[in-house]
Structures are given as C-alpha cells and as structure tokens.
C-alpha cells in the first residue's frame, strides 16, 4: 500500500468517526424537547445507533422513550382525575347520568385513555359504577348513604381530634389557622369544588397532627365522598374556624361540642 492510499483510508475512517453521535449530544440521547408529538403520546421512537448495544463502557444507554411516555400520561391521567372529580363535586357531572370516555375526553381536548384510566380510579372510589358498552354512571347517594358516610368519618376522626385536644400543645394549633380561613373563604365564594378542596385540606391538617399517616389518607378518601350540594358551607367553615378557636384555648367541654356538632 502507497502512503497515498494510506492518507485516503485515515480520512474515510476519520469522518466516519465524526459522523457518529458525541456522547451526551442531543441526537445521541433524544432530548425530550426535539422529540414529535406522537413520541410522547406513546409511539415508538427512532432508536439511534448507539443505544442498540453499540455504546462503549465508558456511555451509558440511551434514555427510553417509552418510560417518559408513561411519566407523560400519568401526568395526564392525574390532570384528568382532579378536574373530573371537580365536575362531580360541583354537579357539573349529574348525578344518575351515564358519560362516555371518548366524550369527556373531547371536553378535555385528551384521548379517551387517560379519561377511562380516571374514571376506573373513581369507580374504586365509588364516585361512578362501569355501565358496559357505554361508559361511567355517576353515584347517587341517598339520604341514607350520605348520613352513613358522615357516622363513618366521625368514628374516625372525632377521637383523634379528642386525643389532640388533651395532649397537642395549644400553640401547634396556630399552624392550622390559615386552612380553617380557607374553608371560610371558600364557602363565601359559593364555589363546592373549591370548598372540598379547602375542607380536605383543613381536616388532613388537623390529623396530621398525630402523626399517623394511614389515618390521614383513610379519612381523606372518606372526605372525597362528601357530597356538598345543598350543604350550608358558611355554617361549616365556622365549625373549623369554633373548633380552633376551643382548642387554642385548651376548652376540652367547648371541643366536645363543636366535635359532636360537626361530626353528627
């Protein structure tokens, strides 16, 4: 071989190397922000050479697009979730009345997919019952569902709110105002998704408080049963508001009977 042919081989081989993807370069690990839309609804993405097993010891594999996809449609899912469950608590979806996943899901500009994901959640929930071959009906609790829902909470959180009365330092209580302004806040609004929100928020504050958690995530799901139309929500925020004012002032007969009044 002549020291030309020598020369032409190293440069061919020298732009072959430089054709390749630099490590830690966009083209090498698909920056999310260069990815098309269909990538990140789920559908397969261009693998590049080097995350096909071609990589070096010293490169790590290239991120896979199909783990971003699913970080991407749970974020959906969770969006979905939270403004389906302010439809319902607001009446907005009727109470008795049967939706459709496709339908919902052009009201909310997604796919079905992520809809039907949130409305099985709510079905575990029993907030809708699955109707086969057409979709979610909307629970209707009856007068006696709803009186046996309020027994349940009080079981639970009245004697935690008890305990905290005789044993929480009066001053841990002052943490818990601003959520009890909320509720009040709230309620004047007239604003029912906004007055559940601030009404979990409130009661996850105060049980937080005796650092069980099981407790707090027990009574939260039971708060999202609630159903707050034609409740007196101004009348409710001020139990909160009578229910701090007695415990910051350690009135243990005075927290008895806002605890019974709220609860019963």
Known sequence: MNGGEGDDRVN???QQAGARPAHGSAAAFGV????????????????????????TYSEPPAPRAAVRGRVERTSVRGQVLDALRAALVSGELAPGEVYSAPVLGERFGVSATPVREAMQQLAGEGAVEVVPN???RVAER????RAELAEVRGLVEAPIVLRLARTLPAGRWAAVR???QDTVDAAASGDLARYADADRAFHRAVLSLAGNEQLVRVADDLRRRVVWAGCDLAADA???????DALEAEDLAGVSAVVRQHFG
């Open 12 to 14: 061919k081989a020298g």
């Open 32 to 55: 999310p922000g260069q990815r098309s839309a269909a990538a990140w609804a789920g559908a397969p993405v261009p693998v590049p050479e080097q995350s096909r097993g071609e990589h």
């Open 134 to 136: 057409r979709g979610f």
């Open 142 to 145: 009856s007068a006696r569902e």
């Open 178 to 180: 601003p959520r009890a």
């Open 238 to 244: 001020a139990q909160h508001v009578a229910l701090l």
